[in-house]
């Protein structure tokens, strides 16, 4: 992988632009230290997210997944459900 060097000034409202090859992706700024910042590009998740993510959730997922394909899906019943579950509109 080529390494290039890109020296810039950072003006005085903090904004730099590193290149329009970056524009649309996701980025991580991370300050390394006070004279060092590492840009990385990547697909990051949420922390409120992360847990769907996890092996366990996609076992869950594709259990999931097989039950639909082998379950025809069938119309409800509202008025059903609402008595069903005491509501009343």
């Known amino acids: 992988m080529r390494q290039a060097k890109k020296f810039l000034t950072v003006p005085s409202n ?3 632009s590193i290149g329009k090859q970056w524009a649309g992706r996701e ?3 991370e300050v ?3 004279n060092r910042i590492v840009i990385t590009s990547g ?3 949420p922390a409120d997210q992360a847990t769907f ?3 366990d959730s996609k076992a869950q997922l594709d259990q999931f997944n097989r ?3 082998k379950t ?3 119309k409800s019943d509202l008025s059903q459900l609402r ?3 005491g509501r009343k509109d």
Do not use: N
């Open 14 to 16: 903090g904004q730099i």
């Open 27 to 29: 980025v991580m700024v």
């Open 32 to 34: 390394a230290d006070e």
């Open 43 to 45: 697909t990051f998740i």
């Open 53 to 55: 993510y996890t092996k």
């Open 67 to 69: 039950w639909s394909e």
């Open 72 to 74: 025809p899906a069938k």
């Open 83 to 85: 008595k069903r579950f």
